[in-house]
């Protein structure tokens, strides 16, 4: 009796630890399938927003119809986009599909909480970076690739923008195949940053990563993925089969024949999961390997037996010495050992020559550690891809590049030429325009001084308009000079104390302020902005003196102040008045050069002020813009970088 008991608990066990095995082996098969589609379907929108990133920087000045036509032409047989969108100075400025402009369009990484620190970490390391999954601006949920733009300048690389690409995750989790395999087992997925961060669930039940999961890694720029899955019923689920091998005991015969039976069907899945993933090797078009940890071969595909030039019983048991030079061997076993000690899968580029016919190919070579469920070490895992089509692309863009540098800098050197020409005109246009208006200032005066007396006060009407029309036209000629002038002077950027180019424009209309009895009020908390100070001082000149001058006749008395706030890498300047106003309806109209909103016989001036004020603006990188109602004053706003 306790010989049939031990027989019959020493059965159970190994129905368990079989069962176990068995469920091991297939939830790892199952993983295993999940982890290639997970991988492959990130993989290829990391290209896309990396092709996409190099396209733009080729074509810098890429407008919203070119870039929709890139987009469409690249992600035609897209499923998983919810949108891409192109950031020149981290500012979203080409959106595609156009649906998607009324949300995004406009948005400024840089102040966006949510993705600023993605963004400015792509651009600062010049990386991809994945961030996510996180709720979108428009709405639902998504994985953001964000691929730095750096186009080629004299000076280096400098920063163009971002490419964004935005994928629908539960489209993701769907193609790939999570959202079914879930229902079949509990599975978890969770990111793993570079840093220090602790890992984040992204996707099924924290739990799982607690239930000695059978496991796989995806390794994406920034940080990997971790995916983990049980069976839904757990490991060790109650089964009426343990019962059933108790009572199974009392007769010998029974037993083995249920073991028989166990054993039977789990040499048949073994065989069949064998044979699965030995014609998912023999399929796939780049060569695949696995080693063990001393880099001995244990296994490989057709393709790889092409490059030895061997079948896989010649190579298994046997080192790269066997097959190439010493020198490539060794490089060979230093890209596995880096792998190893990394503890993660490493990438690098390298030519290789087949010995099956000796043509070359240009290979991205990806070698990752492989563990068992147990954590243990089994060796290298190594895929090959031939991407020497890819890198002629690359190279024919970096000649196109090239050329398009070389015929920048003509044109450059042309435009030097032309602006050096338009200065010469300038001036000569200033000489001559100003002589004849000298003259005819200088007779009027003669005629007032010598013959005031004899002329009617009509004529002595006409003689002042006459002066006032050539001091009118000298003032116009000037404002005409310094905004052709703003096209083409060099600014400095740098350090500029908001206070002190503030008072040095309000020393030089001191006078007119005390005369005109007008309320003034600055508060600009000693910041500094990076500004040409010089530029700087033509806008703040302009814009107090407009202030000045349609405050006139405010009452109870005319009020002009200035005001900045610190908005972190911002800082927002105002400049206002309680004069007339204007309908912002004509906003747009209010900073082109002659456009006015009065007339000038009531606010007499040269209407060009303002488009100074632009022109300065723009050659700076400052936004201005302004507020205003009719009868209620005016705002100038300044957009100003620390």
């Not at 595609?96 to 792509?122: F, K, N, V």
């Not at 042309?414 to 300038?426: G, K, M, V």
């Amino acid at each position: 009796m306790a010989l049939i008991l031990a027989i019959t608990g020493l059965l159970e066990h190994f129905a368990t630890a079989h069962q176990q095995e068995l469920k091991r082996n297939a939830v790892a098969d199952h993983v295993s399938v999940l982890r290639s589609r997970l991988d492959g379907v990130v993989q290829h929108d990391l290209r896309l927003a990396r092709t996409l990133s190099a396209l733009i920087a080729s074509r810098p000045d890429l407008d919203q119809t070119g870039f929709a036509r890139i987009v469409d032409d690249l992600t035609r047989r897209q499923q998983l986009l919810r949108n891409i969108s192109a950031a020149p100075g981290l500012i979203v400025g080409m959106v595609h599909p156009s649906t998607s402009d009324e949300t995004i369009l406009g948005l400024d990484y840089r102040e966006h909480p949510a993705q600023r620190q993605a963004a400015l970490q792509a651009v600062e390391r010049g990386e991809t970076i994945i961030d996510g999954p996180s709720p979108l601006i428009q709405g639902g949920v998504g994985l953001v690739i964000h691929a730095p733009v750096f186009v080629a300048t004299d000076q280096g690389p400098r920063v163009w923008g971002l490419v964004s690409t935005v994928l629908d995750i539960e489209q993701l989790y769907r193609i790939s195949g999570l959202t079914t395999a879930n229902t079949e087992l509990r599975l978890g997925l969770r990111a793993r940053p570079d840093d220090t961060t602790s890992p984040r669930v992204l996707f099924g039940d924290p739990e799982v990563f607690r239930r000695a999961p059978v496991s796989a890694t995806v390794a994406l720029p920034n940080l990997t993925w971790e995916l983990a899955a049980i069976p839904r019923e757990g490991w060790n689920p109650a089964s009426p089969a343990r019962w059933l091998i108790r009572l199974g005991g009392l007769v010998t015969a029974l037993v083995t024949g249920g073991l028989l039976h166990l054993l039977l069907q789990s040499t048949r899945r073994r065989i069949n999961s064998e044979g699965r993933l030995r014609a998912l090797l023999d399929n796939l078009p780049d060569l695949v390997w696995l080693k063990d940890p001393h880099g001995v071969y244990l296994v490989c595909n057709p393709r790889f037996e092409s490059f030895f030039g061997a079948s896989e019983h010649e190579i298994i048991g046997r080192t790269d010495a066997d097959f190439v030079a010493p020198e490539l061997a060794r490089f060979f076993r230093e890209q596995d050992q880096a792998a190893l000690v990394a503890g993660r899968a490493r990438r690098n580029d390298e030519w290789i020559t087949f010995a099956s016919d000796g043509h070359r190919e240009l290979a991205e070579t990806i070698k990752t550690p492989v563990y068992d469920a147990a954590g243990q070490l089994l060796g290298v895992l190594g895929i090959a891809r031939d991407i020497t089509e890819r890198q002629r692309q690359q190279d024919e863009i970096r000649r196109l590049n090239a050329e398009l540098e070389s015929r920048v800098a003509a044109r450059t050197e042309e435009l030097a030429a032309l602006n050096r020409e338009l200065e010469t005109f300038t001036y000569s246009v200033s000489h001559d325009l100003k002589a004849p208006l000298r003259g005819i200032d200088g007779y009027s005066q003669l005629l007032i001084e010598q013959h005031g007396t004899e002329l009617s006060p009509e004529a002595a009407t006409f003689t002042a308009n006459i002066r006032r029309g050539v001091e009118q036209m000298r003032a116009l000629i000037d404002d005409l000079l310094t905004y052709s002038r703003m096209e083409r002077q060099a600014l400095a950027g740098r350090r500029v104390e908001l206070s002190a180019v503030i008072e040095t424009v309000l020393a030089e209309r001191h006078a007119l302020i005390v005369e005109r009895d007008i309320e003034l009020a600055v508060d600009v908390s000693e910041l500094t902005v990076r500004a040409d100070p010089d530029g700087l001082r033509i806008i703040l000149r302009n814009l107090v003196d407009n202030a000045i001058k349609f405050s006139r006749d405010a009452t109870p008395r005319p009020r002009l102040r200035i005001l900045a706030k610190d908005q972190g890498r911002r800082v927002i300047m105002a400049v206002s008045d309680n004069g007339i106003g204007f309908d912002m309806r004509f906003h747009d109209r209010l900073f082109e050069v002659f456009q006015r909103l009065h007339r000038a016989e009531d606010y007499p001036g040269t209407g060009v002020g303002l488009g100074i004020v632009l022109k300065a603006a723009q050659r700076m990188g400052v936004r201005v813009w302004a507020e205003s109602s009719p009868g209620h004053g005016a705002t100038f706003y300044l957009e100003l970088s620390r």
